[in-house]
């Protein structure tokens, strides 16, 4: 198995978009994985556990032994079959295990002998992670500019519409705020970092992010990135609270329904949504005081009573008053806590949107001149 083909753990694997193939247990894929990558594991939960065990008590050649034992015949002959399968459709697919050691290479043996030969990444997941965590602190020293501005500014919207925006909320699955939670289940701590990580490969210049707190949902930004945001200049857009109270209808009703309608059908999607809602906002009682809970939760109730006679703007009864008297003052508190903050614009949705692009053509004409200037 020593001759088998190894790659370096190149972060081009990523930015290629390369499938790779994860032959870690499940458990352990479940914990945090490649991007691109399928987990097709060599051992399952069970007998990974079992082999564990083994390793600990009688050592490591007793450990492959068992391994042995356990994957053999129908098992073994189904998990070469599910390898094969993806290099048929992916004949260029890289196999990797936890460390690029035994679990990779027993699988590159068996791949094989079924009669292909594909390398496994030399350090496997732990070498690309390290890299990738490493990118991401180089990526906090490049220019960064943090849009800010009310709940229902449509911040997301802008930082999409720009070619170097990095959307954290998507990398994490959550609109960062109480009634930000995605239908879907949240990444876990190291997902979210492989898929910011990922998408500051193909940021090699400037960046623009919203503004967050250091937790979005259950993700928390890595500490270098976030001191960067904090350090950062900033923009802060404005709009009129009849804009932001239709959009913040479109993220928190429409969108969210459209998901839920789609993800678990017309019946059970709409009582998953309005359990989410309520659920949300009775979280904020601390925050909104027993009497205001009370009357927004009855003004959602009648909301909800409302939509599904079909009136979807009845909404707004709760989605007002949450915004004028529970997000906005929250957004001006932190304004005043962090005064020393520099704004290098102030405006509409789009003149911020225009803004973001000059700062960003501006970054990236001054890094030109920067490396003329140092002969690189």
């Known amino acids: 198995m020593s001759e088998l083909p190894l790659v370096e753990p190149d972060l081009a694997l990523l930015r290629e978009r390369r499938v790779l193939i994860d032959v870690r ?33 009688r050592g490591q050649q007793a450990a492959i032994e068992l391994g ?28 990797y295990c936890f460390r690029g050691g035994l679990r990779s ?33 180089a990526a906090a020293e490049q220019p960064l500019l943090v849009v800010g501005g009310l ?50 490969l193909d940021l090699p210049g400037p960046i623009v992010v919203e503004d967050e707190s250091r937790h979005i949902g259950t993700a928390n930004l890595p500490l270098t990135f976030w001191r960067a945001m904090e350090l950062a200049p900033r923009l802060r857009v404005e709009m009129p609270l009849d804009w932001r109270l239709a959009q913040i209808h479109k ?34 009682r601390k925050r909104l005081g027993r009497a205001r809970l009370d009357r927004l939760q009855r003004l959602q109730a009648l909301a909800f009573h409302e939509h599904a ?24 508190y932190q304004l005043e806590k962090h005064s020393e903050q520099r704004f ?5 949705w789009e003149s911020c949107l225009a803004a973001a692009r000059e700062w960003s053509t501006e970054q990236v004409r001054a890094g030109r ?7 690189s």
Not at 41 to 56: A, F, N, Q, S, T
Not at 105 to 121: D, K, L, M, S, Y
Not at 344 to 348: A, K, R, W
């Open 105 to 137: 290479q027993v699988a590159q043996q068996w791949i094989a002998e079924a009669g292909v030969t594909r390398p496994r990444i030399r350090g496997g997941w732990k070498a690309m992670r390290q890299a990738l965590c490493s990118h991401i602190d």
């Open 369 to 375: 001149v920067a490396d003329v200037v140092s002969g």
């Open 68 to 95: 042995q034992r356990l994957v053999s015949g129908a098992s073994k002959v189904a998990r070469v079959s599910a390898w094969m399968r993806v290099l048929e459709r992916h004949p260029d697919a890289i196999v």
């Open 151 to 200: 709940t229902g500014c449509a911040k997301t919207a802008l930082i999409l519409a720009l070619d170097n925006g990095l959307d954290l909320e998507g990398c994490a699955r959550h609109k960062g705020s109480a009634f930000g939670r995605h239908p879907l289940p949240a990444p876990s701590q190291i997902d979210f970092e492989h898929a910011m990580g990922r998408r500051l």
């Open 344 to 348: 290098l614009h102030v405006g509409d």
């Open 25 to 57: 247990a499940p458990v352990e894929f479940a914990q945090g994985a490649l991007p691109g990558a399928i987990n097709l594991p060599l051992m399952d939960d069970e007998e990974r556990r079992l082999v564990g065990i083994e390793y600990k008590q």
């Open 309 to 332: 006679q079909g009136n979807r703007q009845a909404h707004e009864a709760w989605l007002a008053p949450l915004l004028t008297e529970y997000y906005d003052p929250m957004y001006r």
């Open 251 to 284: 993220d928190y009703i429409d969108d969210l329904w459209e998901v839920y309608r789609k993800q678990c059908g017309e019946w059970l999607g709409w009582a998953l949504m309005q359990k989410q809602l309520a659920g949300s906002l009775a979280r904020l």
